[in-house]
């Protein structure tokens, strides 16, 4: 960049990464706003990280540091503390377990700020000349280790849940079914990314960590516009991971008819209209452990916990729907625990085999 000319090729990749960046930043407030439980903070963290590391990366790759040079690497700790959160937000996810942020899961964050403090003790000028002299220095050697640092750590919370859930766990057949396949390219496409930027960082080729930089808003974008069709596939791999698992029966202390009855007493009070009902919660509810209460529902039914939730709430839907010509489809399905509409009509297209616009006026004609 000479002077202050900038081209137009730097603008676009600017613009490129940067409009990424918006997007995951605006996407976390957004997420907050809505989810304000801790699996909603944790996610949000995810986007706010994945966005702060398109902006500095639009500034690195562009140039534009030269301007700025103190925003280059403060997405370094943010993304090494998403990377350990990752890893307990995929078990709340796959596994339906409690979120719990322990202070452990900081010390990657503070080592990389501990790294950080002689570059954000120096002037901007001081900072610019050791950007430009990266990688003939030790220090910058520290500084491009822990940004290869922070690719390897994703790669290892990814790759350890793989390794401990996915694999041994989930069926081959789940991942060939038509839900998988918009699911199966984002995963494909994340690793390929991650991938290209280690062997980039690894191999010093500026092309791959470049390349790897433009891909990520590409996935955020497909992520975004793919989430609803994602969610089936998060089903059926949970289910597959809890069938596995529970192979060992954990309901040799616990007669089936207590369950029955428990439920069944819950059901009437119509617990399942509560939007955050989770596994743990109902299993709490009803006075055992949740890998019992999993167990129970895959025995019992078949299937786990959303379907049989789902269950109920689309058939006091089809009531309300009925009875309550009235109210609007969001007002209804906020009623009976859906937290979107949209969530809403495909579970009960899925169910009922009609949208609920069109089973109340099918229930007219009839």
């Not at 990749?13 to 907050?32: A, D, K, P, Q, T």
């Not at 428990?262 to 509560?274: G, N, P, S």
């Not at 007002?331 to 509409?341: E, T």
Request: proline share 3%.
């Amino acid at each position: 960049m000479e002077g202050n000319s900038i081209s137009l090729n730097l603008l676009l990749e600017f613009l490129w990464m940067g409009s990424g960046s918006v997007f995951c930043l605006i996407w976390s407030l957004s997420n907050l706003i809505q989810n304000r439980k801790v699996s909603g903070f944790v996610w949000s963290f995810i986007l706010f990280s994945t966005g702060l590391w398109l902006l500095t990366g639009a500034f690195m790759f562009t140039g534009f540091y030269k301007y700025f040079p103190s925003i280059t690497l403060v997405h370094i700790p943010f993304v090494f503390l998403s990377s350990t959160l990752l890893y307990l937000y995929l078990e709340y996810l796959f596994l339906e377990k409690q979120i719990q942020i322990k202070i452990y899961h900081f010390f990657p964050a503070i080592i990389a700020i501990f790294f950080l403090i002689p570059f954000y003790s120096e002037s901007d000028p001081k900072r610019l000349e050791f950007l430009e002299q990266l990688t003939q220095t030790e220090y910058g050697s520290v500084i491009v280790g822990l940004n290869f640092g922070i690719k390897l750590s994703i790669l290892f919370s990814v790759g350890l849940f793989l390794l401990k859930e996915w694999i041994p766990n989930v069926r081959l057949s789940v991942f060939f079914s038509k839900k998988a396949i918009y699911s199966l390219i984002f995963i494909l496409l994340i690793w390929i990314d991650l991938l290209l930027g280690s062997i980039g960082f690894t191999f010093q080729i500026p092309f791959f960590r470049k390349l790897s930089a433009y891909l990520l808003p590409v996935l955020m974008y497909f992520y975004y516009f793919t989430r609803e069709l994602w969610t089936p596939f998060v089903s059926d791999v949970r289910d597959s991971i809890q069938r596995n698992k529970y192979e060992k029966s954990k309901l040799v202390s616990v007669q089936l008819e207590t369950i029955d009855q428990r439920l069944y007493e819950l059901m009437r009070e119509k617990v399942y209209c509560d939007e955050d009902l989770s596994l743990s919660k109902l299993a709490e509810m009803a006075e055992v452990k949740p890998g019992q209460l999993s167990e129970y529902f895959h025995k019992r039914y078949g299937f786990g916990f959303y379907q049989y939730i789902n269950q109920y709430r689309i058939d006091e839907a089809k009531r309300l729907l009925l009875e309550s010509e009235e109210r609007s489809i969001l007002s209804i399905a906020d009623s009976v625990g859906f937290n979107s509409k949209s969530t809403f009509n495909r579970v009960f297209l899925e169910t009922v085999g009609a949208t609920p616009t069109e089973f109340r006026k099918q229930s007219k004609l009839s």
